[in-house]
T-cell receptor
Framework: KAGVTQTPRYLIKTRGQQVTLSCSPI?????VSWYQQTPGQGLQFLFE???????NKGNFPGRFSGRQFSNSRSEMNVSTLELGDSALYLC???????????????FGQGTRLTVV | TQLLEQSPQFLSIQEGENLTVYCNSSSVFSSLQWYRQEPGEGPVLLVT?????EVKKLKRLTFQFGDARKDSSLHITAAQPGDTGLYLC??????????FGQGTTLQVKP
């Protein structure tokens, strides 16, 4: 059974640019969550998508957005990149159906974004 | 705001030693999970504890959920270099999302 796949693995962007990251969940998983991981802040929740709808949102500015497609694949977009956006972006999928059920998350390897 | 505090943040020990990592909160969580993350990889789920007072064992790893479901601990017996990594606890919040602790970086020296 294939795991969670994130592309690309590494990315270098310039301040002011925008970036799109992709995540393919485990087959059968309809919930996809995104996290930002930095040495100083740890793992911070960005948002969760389920059945193409955003179900939960963290405390990030509007420059961070996402979407989910009918096949459960998800993308996240960051516009007007800032140096502080440099981080490991992790995607996780789960079997969650109800909002408060089965939160066990299976993570991808992440996309390492460097903003210069 | 529900928060999870892990301690210690860093731990460097010799192979064969025992260690305990703590995960504490002032809030109640419906379940709590432990993950291990190696450099360049995403976190990997180790265990989920659901019932207050629950104890789960995974080979040399013992996980405990506090009676009040506000805290948890991870105990490793006879640590090995392969146990090196970042250990993260995560709780299912009252809004349904996972909240992570800051993590404990463990280094086991041969």
């Amino acid at each position: 059974k294939a795991g969670v796949t994130q592309t690309p693995r590494y990315l270098i962007k310039t301040r002011g640019q925008q970036v799109t990251l992709s995540c393919s969940p485990i087959s059968g998983h309809r919930s996809v969550s995104w996290y930002q991981q930095t040495p100083g802040q740890g793992l911070q929740f960005l948002f969760e998508y389920f059945s193409e709808t955003q179900r939960n949102k963290g405390n990030f500015p509007g420059r961070f957005s996402g979407r989910q497609f009918s096949n459960s694949r998800s993308e996240m977009n960051v516009s007007t990149l800032e140096l502080g956006d440099s981080a490991l972006y992790l995607c996780a999928s789960s079997l969650r159906t109800g909002r408060f059920t089965n939160t066990e998350a299976f993570f991808g390897q992440g996309t390492r974004l460097t903003v210069v | 705001t529900q928060l999870l505090e892990q301690s210690p943040q860093f731990l460097s020990i010799q192979e064969g030693e025992n260690l305990t990592v703590y995960c504490n909160s002032s809030s109640v969580f419906s379940s709590l999970q432990w993950y291990r993350q190696e450099p360049g990889e995403g976190p990997v789920l180790l265990v989920t504890v659901v019932t207050g007072g629950e104890v789960k064992k995974l080979k040399r790893l013992t996980f405990q959920f506090g009676d009040a479901r506000k805290d948890s601990s991870l105990h490793i017996t006879a640590a090995q270099p392969g146990d090196t990594g970042l250990y993260l606890c995560a709780g299912a919040s009252n809004t349904g999302k996972l909240i992570f602790g800051q993590g404990t970086t463990l280094q086991v020296k041969p």
